[in-house]
């Protein structure tokens, strides 16, 4: 099933970690709410992760969940390697940002991440799509239950060990609670059979925005980011009736491409910067919007250009492989 809202909500939230992103580059700029983008993203990836694979076989979903992920994961990787120069990078630190295994990074922020910084979201996603696969061979009909309750309590472990090692911590983090976010919306919209009331979705997109001005003080990001996130996310595919009958191709594309700017975008400020330094002052506010066009643009180019050839040649690739059994 494809959700034309949640193409246009994933174009917003990497917009919204991007320009996070760049105004931590800028002198006296802050957007910290941008981060919000990527518990946005952890809400849409439990609801579709239960929309495409819960017909699926355990190995078959993460087949499919590795060659949509892997491909340009592992390009970035090695340009990140080829054009920042560090020699102090380990064979060990390599091999684990390419198979996804968290591991104590000293000096990077966050201090458990991959050789690209950004990637730690991605850990926590093959972290999802395991144990999604693990439920998935143990109980199909139980697997959100399941998981929720296996999420629930990482999260309290997490909060019972803060501090004690940093990769336990990170694979108890209470962010895990927005994948069962995801996936609680998708089952209660299958099992009832029934659509939102697009005016409901739109008071819940308005909420969203209003717990995030009342929540922004509070110190669990689940509550803080977490609850916006959902709210958002069930307020659009309430709405989904109503926008998928005025599609629009370009922020269909920038959905898209939502992947590609995510993963390009902290290779990409700071030349951006130089560059539209010699026009503008990085003070100015235009620089902010300049340099997340250049961005965008290279992302949708990363997206044409490579992203969605090698995905489609993957799939066929695996289509012949199935019709040969």
């Known amino acids: 099933m494809y959700f034309v ?35 946005i993203f952890f809400v849409i990836s439990g609801f579709v992760m239960y929309h495409s694979g819960i017909k699926l076989g ?28 560090n020699t102090a990078l380990t064979t060990e630190e390599v091999l ?39 439920g998935l061979a143990i109980s199909r009909q139980h697997l959100v239950l399941g998981l929720t309750t296996l999420f629930v309590f990482l999260a309290v472990m997490g909060k019972l060990i803060h501090g004690l090692d940093p990769v336990m911590g990170f694979y108890t983090k ?18 009832l059979q029934s659509k939102l009331n697009p005016l409901f979705g739109l008071v819940l997109c308005c909420a969203s925005f209003l717990a995030l001005y009342l929540l922004q003080d509070s110190g669990l990001r689940i509550v803080r980011w977490g609850v916006p996130a959902c709210l ?60 997340f066009i250049l961005c965008q643009v290279a992302a949708v180019g990363i997206y044409i250009l490579y992203e969605k050839p090698i995905y489609r040649k993957l799939k066929s690739m695996r289509q012949r492989q199935v019709a040969r059994h």
């Open 174 to 191: 209470g962010i895990l609670l927005e994948f069962a976010a995801g996936l609680i919306v998708a089952k209660v919209m299958n099992d």
């Open 58 to 85: 355990p190995g078959e979903f993460m087949v499919h969940r590795i060659s949509r992920i892997v491909p340009l994961y592992w390009m970035a990787i090695f340009v990140f390697i080829a054009i920042d120069g």
């Open 96 to 134: 684990k940002s390419l198979l996804f295994v968290a591991y104590e990074n000293p000096g990077a922020l966050p201090p458990v991440s991959p050789i690209i910084s950004v990637g730690w979201t991605l850990n926590l996603e093959m972290f999802f799509y395991v144990l999604f696969a693990l």
């Open 232 to 291: 958002i996310v069930v307020g659009m595919l309430a709405l989904e009736p109503v926008l998928s009958r005025y599609k629009s191709p370009f922020l269909i594309l920038l959905g898209d491409a939502s992947y590609a700017l995510y993963l390009s975008h902290l290779m990409l400020i700071a030349p951006a910067i130089a560059a539209l330094s010699l026009v503008l002052s990085p003070d100015n506010g235009l620089m902010i919007v300049a340099v």
């Open 5 to 39: 809202n949640l193409q246009y909500l994933r174009a917003f939230a990497a917009a919204l970690v991007a320009v996070f992103h760049i105004c931590l580059f800028l002198p006296d700029r802050s957007f910290e709410v941008g981060a919000y983008g990527v518990d």
